[in-house]
């Protein structure tokens, strides 16, 4: 039986180099594609906040001061002055009197393990449960 | 092979391949985050009174506080007779306008404080704020809790809130609502710690005088009565332009402006209320930032639907390709069970092939296996492919009746398959690898289906000898399901893309019709089955004849070995691509088997590394019992589909256990050798042909069942 001898280049192999010159040149542009996307992913995640407040006078001024320039019943338009249906209004009314400011404005803000806050209304201090945002289009199913 | 030009392996492809998981999974990982997929319990879940106690000077303090990193405090209350309208949890494509409008038609201005993640959703309303005359200020990226996120993750919220508002108004947020806060005395120690971190940032953070609770939608004389100050007091009202129906607050807010406004009140942004300069201009550097974070949240959600599309069309033909398999299976177990009633028949001489290669472990055992069967007329042509070691002498050295050992230099397993053909005297043609033991009935039964004239070519059943191992074990399954699942499928279809070298019949007339087997391709046998079938020959699959092999038993040879049969394949598949639009039985293999081929065994792996990256996210983000249930789902489907391929091969379940561990090496390594084989073929490179060293296993297990 006569079996001629197969000839023939491989399949795939490129002679001419045109082809892998291409593929070099698309994989390095993907690469860079790439590249870029990753910066974008990172950037968004950089740059801290500019600490500087414009128009606040003595934005790091002394506690003491800073606090004393606050006049709370004139702040506070919900504290006493009681209106109806705010359930807040009975427990602010309870927070502690000017006379405490200087102490506990000086505390950790874990005052309560200091034991220099004398607030009786701990225990109404709560958390509003505000909407949440929710129905995210892109939420996965 | 011509002149090897061998050039330096390229790496930088494996490189593109991890950046592109990283990347992948860095966008997946955006995503889930911006989609609070997982979010356990997306409100505040802290107990009241818990976090401590805040300093009065916050507590009993003015609505807007800045709050220093050493703790001080000093605050501002807005001014009598001005009211700061402040919206949160916007931007919203509906609510914010209508608000805007009833805004705008009070010449009135106001404070929205927008969550960062929508503000990169919808960018046009931000702007639309700014342009109205209202200020923006931030309300974290994804409306966490400050008082129980950890500082990290609040100066992250913070910065990304800041880079998003830049990008889309140009200016930076100066204000900072947190969320879930109301009024001053609501803040706990906790808060207080987590402001004192809002404040070193740079923000002023805002509070409420009145909090009008519309999110509750208590009805609009209700929102009224909560947002109207007493006695001529100034006041910032929380309102909500997001996060549901807003129509109360829209109907609210057109009462309560011009009744405040007929009593002399202004409406002011928080920044004009307290007499500050607005919002300063954003650097450009902050709004690219921005722009990357928009385009890489876009994109993140864009690549999440891309991925569950993804999953959904590759479950959907995993599906309908299992429904396939199952039903040929049982078509082809019938049509097998026809055929062999009755003995045995003889065909005519028969000339079976050994190309051997440095075979030294194996032929011996090889070579008296074919002896062995029971097959009357049997000649056995041993070609030695110019081995460098004693495979030709041992050969000589057995001595055996009807066994001829053929020399020839280095030239391939093709052209040593060629000689072996041109030297057969018999007009059946069975082609054996150096390694493969054949069972005693072997021959005969596969060439029982060349009795039907139009039939050109027969593939055994190969099985493992090495079952030691999970590799061996994994090798041993995916052998039983290949052979008992796809190539019934291939028979029935008439479209079987490769009689595989380890155990093969042919035709002396369709081999000449071919003319004999070609050495384009790495694949030899693959090529050489679709060039018969183009021919016009029949393929089909004899499961009794049953040959075993040694399989690679380091992942190294594995991969070498599946890296030549996945490049071979490749390459037939290019060389026969003219099929696809063929008529005829070289059509049927050109669009069953050539599309099968390309979607199976080469798009799905190539998408494998993003199943994997998804699986990874899912581990992350989604419920873990969701993740659970869906692996386990899969896992029954696959240890199902072959215990059934076990079943029919009359094999033990045993190494079933072994499968859903295939999921950490053994699928990474299959789908790697597609990626690298189809960069390899892009790039057009030469291939050394890679060998695997032989062990002797396959003579192990046959000394094993010979004493049986």
Redesign the interface.
């Known amino acids: 039986?006569h079996?001629?001898?197969?000839g023939?280049?491989?399949?795939?192999?490129?002679a001419t180099?045109r082809?892998?010159r291409l593929?070099?040149v698309l994989?390095g542009s993907?690469?860079l594609v790439?590249?870029l996307?990753?910066?974008?992913?990172l950037?968004?995640?950089?740059?801290?906040?500019?600490?500087?407040?414009?128009?606040?006078p003595?934005?790091?001024?002394?506690?003491v001061?800073?606090?004393a320039?606050?006049?709370?019943s004139?702040?506070?338009?919900?504290g006493s002055?009681?209106?109806?249906?705010?359930p807040?209004t009975g427990?602010?009314s309870t927070?502690?009197p000017?006379a405490?400011?200087g102490?506990?404005?000086?505390?950790?803000?874990?005052?309560?393990?200091t034991g220099t806050?004398p607030?009786p209304?701990?225990?109404?201090?709560?958390?509003?449960?505000?909407?949440?945002?929710?129905g995210?289009?892109?939420?996965?199913? | 092979?011509?002149v090897r030009r061998l050039r330096r392996e390229p790496r930088?492809?494996w490189?593109?391949l991890c950046?592109?998981m990283?990347?992948l999974l860095?966008?997946l990982c955006?995503?889930?985050y911006?989609?609070?997929?997982g979010a356990e319990g997306?409100?505040?879940t802290?107990p009241?009174?818990a976090?401590?106690?805040?300093?009065?000077?916050?507590?009993?303090?003015?609505?807007v506080q800045?709050v220093?990193g050493d703790?001080?405090?000093?605050?501002?209350?807005m001014p009598a007779k001005t009211i700061a309208l402040t919206f949160?949890?916007g931007p919203d494509p509906v609510w914010t306008p209508q608000i805007l409008a009833v805004l705008s038609r009070y010449h009135a201005h106001g404070t929205f404080f927008e969550?960062g993640?929508?503000v990169n959703?919808y960018p046009q309303i931000a702007r639309q704020v700014v342009a109205a005359g209202s200020e923006v200020g931030s309300h974290t990226f994804t409306?966490v809790?400050p008082?129980v996120t950890s500082g990290w993750r609040l100066?992250?919220e913070?910065?990304?809130t800041?880079?998003?508002i830049a990008a889309a108004t140009g200016r930076?947020p100066?204000l900072v609502r947190p969320?879930?806060?109301?009024?001053?005395?609501?803040?706990?120690?906790?808060d207080?710690?987590a402001l004192?971190r809002v404040g070193?940032?740079?923000?002023?953070v805002t509070l409420a005088?009145?909090?009008s609770k519309d999110?509750q939608r208590p009805g609009v004389a209700?929102i009224l009565?909560?947002s109207?100050?007493?006695?001529g007091?100034?006041?910032v009202v929380m309102m909500?332009d997001?996060?549901?129906d807003r129509s109360q607050t829209v109907a609210a807010l057109n009462v309560l402006i011009p009744r405040l406004q007929a009593q002399g009140y202004r409406f002011a942004t928080v920044?004009e209320g307290l007499?500050?300069?607005g919002p300063?201009v954003a650097s450009a550097?902050?709004r690219?930032?921005?722009?990357?974070?928009?385009?890489?949240?876009l994109?993140?959600?864009w690549l999440?639907?891309g991925m569950?599309l993804l999953m959904l069309v590759a479950v959907v033909l995993a599906a309908a390709r299992l429904l396939v398999q199952g039903f040929s299976a049982v078509l082809h177990v019938r049509r097998v069970r026809r055929r062999s009633r009755g003995p045995l028949d003889y065909l005519g001489p028969v000339s079976v092939i050994v190309p051997a290669y440095n075979e030294a472990a194996n032929i011996a055992a090889t070579v008296r296996s074919l002896v062995r069967n029971d097959y009357p007329r049997l000649e056995v042509i041993v070609v030695d492919d110019g081995s460098t070691d004693a495979t030709a002498d041992i050969v000589t050295r057995l001595r055996l009746p009807r066994v001829h050992l053929v020399r020839q230099d280095n030239a391939g397993k093709?052209?040593a398959l060629?000689t072996g053909?041109?030297y057969a005297r018999g007009d059946l043609l069975v082609l054996v690898d150096g390694d493969t033991v054949f069972e005693a009935d072997a021959v005969g039964r596969l060439v029982q289906p060349l009795k039907d004239p139009r039939v050109g070519a027969v593939s055994g059943n190969t099985k493992v000898a090495n079952r030691k191992g999970l590799l061996g074990r994994w090798q041993h399954l995916e052998y039983v399901i290949g052979f008992n699942l796809d190539r019934r499928m291939f028979d029935i279809a008439r479209c079987m893309p490769t009689v595989p070298g380890a155990i093969g019949a042919f035709r002396?007339a369709a081999?000449?019709d071919v003319?004999?087997?070609?050495?384009?391709?790495?694949a030899e046998d693959t090529d050489f089955t679709m060039a018969v079938i183009r021919a016009g020959w029949q393929v089909v699959y004899e499961p009794t004849a049953v040959a075993w092999t040694e399989a690679p038993a380091t992942l190294r040879q594995l991969w070498r070995q599946r890296y030549r049969w996945c490049?071979g394949t490749?390459?037939?598949m290019?060389?026969h691509r003219q099929a696809l639009v063929q008529r005829g039985p070289a059509g049927r293999l050109g669009r069953r088997g050539l599309s099968y081929l390309l979607l199976f065994q080469i798009l799905l792996p190539l998408c494998a590394p993003m199943v994997d990256v998804y699986g990874l996210y899912g581990l992350l983000?989604?419920p873990v019992a969701k993740v659970a249930a869906v692996w386990a789902g899969f896992t029954a489907v696959q240890v199902a589909t072959a215990g059934y391929a076990l079943h029919l091969d009359r094999e033990r379940y045993g190494p079933l256990w072994s499968l859903p561990l295939q999921q950490i090496v053994y699928r990474q390594l299959m789908y790697l050798v597609v990626f690298q084989s189809t960069v390899?073929?892009?790039?057009?490179?030469?291939l050394r042909w890679h060998r695997m060293a032989r062990t002797g296993a396959a003579t192990a297990h046959a000394r094993a069942t010979a004493r049986r």
């Open positions: 039986m079996i001629p001898r197969r023939g280049e491989p399949v795939f192999v490129d180099g082809r892998r593929f070099v994989g993907g690469g790439l590249l996307v990753a910066l974008a992913l950037a968004g995640f950089t740059g801290a906040g500019s600490g500087g407040l414009p128009g606040w003595g934005s790091n001024a002394g506690r001061q800073g606090t320039a606050v006049t709370p004139a702040a506070r338009p919900t002055a009681g209106t109806g249906p705010h807040l427990a602010a927070v502690a000017p405490g400011v102490a506990s404005a000086a505390a950790t803000p874990t005052g309560a393990s806050a607030i209304a701990s225990s109404t201090h709560r958390v509003v449960p505000t909407q949440t945002p929710s995210h289009p892109s939420r996965k199913p | 092979m011509g930088a492809h490189v593109l950046l592109f990283l990347v860095g966008e955006l995503n889930g911006v989609s609070h997929v997306s409100g505040p802290e009241p009174g976090g401590g106690v805040a300093p009065a000077a916050v507590t009993s303090g003015p609505a800045r220093g703790g001080s405090v000093s605050g501002r209350a949160d949890d969550i993640s929508r959703q409306h809790q008082g100066n992250v913070l910065t990304l800041s880079n998003a930076r100066v969320p879930y806060s109301s009024q001053p005395d609501a803040i706990t120690g906790a207080f710690a004192r070193a940032d740079g923000y002023l005088d009145l909090d999110w209700a009565g909560a109207q100050p007493t006695g007091a100034g006041a909500h997001s996060g549901g920044s007499g500050l300069p300063p550097g902050q690219w930032r921005g722009y990357g974070l928009r385009f890489a949240q994109g993140g959600a999440a639907r569950t093709p052209a060629n053909i041109r002396r081999v000449q003319g004999g087997v070609s050495a384009q391709t790495l490049y490749m390459q037939a290019w060389k983000f989604l390899m073929a892009l790039l057009g490179g030469r």
